[in-house]
Every structure is written in structure tokens, then in C-alpha cells.
């Protein structure tokens, strides 16, 4: 939980507050904080902190992130994007071994972890996986996505960067990055997959002018499109989850995260002949 705290005189801080069961993120966003301010990657100072106590005070960034600019014209949104992949860039060169200690890897078990979850409790329950057939084969489509991303090159990924973790500063298009606990070892690009999927959605073309600035291949590519389909169906069972714990506020992104991941999966070799058939069953959640 987190409190934003007044100190008088116009200046406030962030309290965040750690359960028992959750204390050792304290510990890891005090060894994040390390690795990325030392990499120029503008992240909230700790002020103090009481690890044992699970609690921990953090300068105050804002109270709006990138993911409440929706709405605004996207020359304005541009530069942070642009900015946004800069900062992607300085994580993702970080040393690998920086981060195995903190986090499991986003391997091939995780990430087909993580599917399954959308699968088990969102896909299946609203019979959008298809008869057996078609079911069959977008399953084989997915753990292929997955055993395929396992087999890219690895880097420091976040793991969550995204609009919503993503804080305009005072000076555009200056950034400050948020939840950065997660930070760990996963495919090349994951976290750009992200950055352009998750909550606050580029138009098609202006996405594809920031992945062009950052991949120039064939093979690149499909890297991408593949981290996307990976994380787009993984975000839509967390949605879901948050909602059958209380919190429904982000189920109303999941009908454009799920068009997100159809996208992509007709631009992978095990997924493109599944979109068809797809796009029909899932019109209910997708719309017209």
C-alpha cells in the first residue's frame, strides 16, 4: 500500500508499506534503486526505510503517470514514448548477473506460467479457446511463442514497463520509473513488447515507427511480436485476477489487450492461420 504524505511547506513524500508476507520486495527495491540510479534510470529516492517493519519512505514523483495522459494528442505522448525507449535501453544493458540473485528469470517455465493462468481462468471459462481443434492448436501456438522467446538473447528486463509505471517529470520529456522490485533476466525484447502493449496503446503506425528505431531485422521482429503475444495474453489473466480479488478497475482494458495479442499472433509462424477463426470467437470481447 502506499500513502503520498504531507511534510508542510509544499513538499511530500510517499510512505509504502510492505505486509509480512511481501517484505522482501522492500529488500529488492532497495537493490533495484542501486542498479538503476547508478545507470542513469531516474527512479524515486529512498529517503528511509524499515525493511523489518515493511516500511519504506520514497521521494514523490507525481501524481499522474504516463497512463493518465490517455487521450492527449500523440505528438504530445511522442517524446515520452521516444524517451521511454532510451530508458529501456540503459536497463536492458545492464550486466546480467546484476540481477539473477533478485528475481526467478522470465524462462520458459514462467512464461508459460503465465499463459496458463489467462487460459485457466479467463479463456476457458468464457469458451473462447475453441473446440478441441482449434483449442488444440492455439495452445501449441502459445507454449511455441514461449519456448521460442526462451531461446532469444537474454537481457535485464523491468518486467512491468509500462505507461502506468512510467511518470512524467517536471520537464518533458523527462521520465521517472516506478515498481521496479521485478527487475530480472528475460527475452531481448520483452519489456519494449510492453511499453507499446500494455494499458496506453500506440496507433498501429506509431508503433511501428518506435519499434523501427529499435529493430532492423527480420528475425528481430518476430522477437517482438512474440514477446508481445506472450505478454498481452499474460496481462489479460492479470486483469482478471485483480478483479476476483476486488479490484476490477483494469477489465475494461482487457477487449483491447485481447485484440492486441490476436494482432500479434497472426504475425508469428505458429499463429497466423488461428486469427480468423479467432477474431470470430472472441468477438464478444472484442466488439465489432
Known amino acids: 500500500m502506499y500513502f503520498r504524505l504531507d511534510l508542510g511547506q509544499g513538499q511530500t513524500a510517499i510512505l509504502a508499506y510492505y505486509p509480512a ?3 522482501e520486495a522492500c529488500t529488492r527495491f532497495t537493490s533495484t534503486t542501486k542498479l538503476l540510479a547508478a545507470s542513469s534510470v531516474p527512479v ?4 528511509g526505510s524499515n525493511c523489518a517493519a515493511g516500511l519504506m519512505l520514497l521521494e514523490d514523483l507525481g501524481s499522474s503517470t504516463l497512463y493518465d495522459r490517455q487521450g492527449e494528442d500523440w505528438a504530445s505522448l511522442m517524446p515520452y514514448f521516444e524517451e521511454s525507449i532510451v530508458l529501456w535501453k540503459r536497463i536492458r544493458n545492464l ?3 546484476s540481477v539473477q540473485h533478485l528475481n526467478p528469470a522470465l524462462d520458459r517455465d514462467l512464461l508459460v506460467a503465465e499463459v496458463r493462468q489467462t487460459w485457466e481462468i479467463f479463456l476457458k471459462p468464457r469458451r473462447l479457446t475453441g473446440e478441441s481443434d482449434l483449442g488444440s492448436a492455439l495452445w501449441q501456438a ?7 522467446l526462451s531461446k532469444q538473447p537474454q537481457v535485464v528486463c523491468h518486467r512491468d514497463f509500462m505507461a502506468r509505471n512510467l511518470v512524467p517529470g517536471a520537464t518533458p520529456p523527462n521520465l521517472g520509473v516506478l515498481d521496479h522490485q521485478d527487475l530480472r533476466v528475460g527475452p531481448s525484447f520483452y519489456d519494449l513488447a510492453s511499453l507499446l502493449n500494455d494499458s496506453l496503446f500506440p496507433p498501429p503506425e506509431i508503433e511501428s515507427s518506435l519499434v523501427a528505431t529499435c529493430i532492423s531485422d527480420e528475425s528481430g521482429m518476430l522477437a517482438y511480436h512474440r514477446a508481445a503475444l506472450q505478454r498481452t495474453i499474460k496481462v489479460v489473466g492479470t486483469f482478471e485476477a485483480f478483479a476476483r480479488r476486488g479490484n476490477p478497475s ?9 485484440g492486441k495479442a490476436l494482432y500479434h499472433l497472426a504475425r508469428t509462424p505458429e499463429g497466423k492461420g488461428l486469427r480468423s477463426s479467432l477474431s470470430v470467437l472472441w468477438r464478444p470481447i472484442l466488439g465489432s
Open 142 to 148: 502459445l507454449e511455441e511463442t514461449c519456448d521460442q
Open 95 to 97: 550486466p546480467l548477473e
Open 44 to 47: 524515486p529516492a529512498i529517503l
Open 21 to 23: 508476507d511481501a517484505r
Open 250 to 258: 483494469r477489465l475494461h482494458l482487457i477487449p483491447p489487450t485481447l
